[in-house]
């Protein structure tokens, strides 16, 4: 099990990400995972081998508990209890991301939620 201690992780190769996958397949920063509103969502950072959620590859999802997170050819198994009472978030709309923000050139400014809850990540 890697534990989500914070409310943004970096997850890639290098030895400076919050969770460092040491495969030749995983980019340095691969993708990062945000805890909004007690949700977790998952969000490609330009890898190479992308991310899947639920085996459909995407360039950012959420993530409900038991759901499966590829990162390039890894599988891993998301459990976590959603915090708050709010209400499952809707799925992404594709085109709310810009051509720009896909490509990387800009930047999304995003509310960070702080939170102190453990959650946990299954390796399989």
Not at 63 to 73: E, Q, R, S, V, Y
Not at 74 to 101: I, K, R
Request: hydrophobic share 30%; net charge negative.
């Amino acid at each position: 099990m890697i534990p989500l201690l914070k409310p943004l992780l970096l997850i890639g190769r290098r030895s400076s990400c919050d969770i460092s996958l040491r495969f030749p397949n995983v980019s340095s920063h691969h993708c990062e995972l945000e805890l909004i509103n007690g949700y977790w969502q998952v969000r490609d950072l330009g890898s190479r081998n992308g991310i899947k959620v639920n085996g459909e590859r995407c360039d950012h999802n959420w993530i409900m508990p038991g759901d499966t997170l590829n990162i390039a050819k890894h599988v891993y198994e998301v459990n976590y209890t959603p915090l708050g009472d709010a209400p499952p978030p809707e799925e992404v709309d594709p085109m709310s991301v810009s051509l720009m923000e896909k490509a990387g050139l800009v930047q999304r400014r995003r509310e960070r939620q702080q939170s102190s809850s453990e959650t946990h990540v299954n390796l399989d």
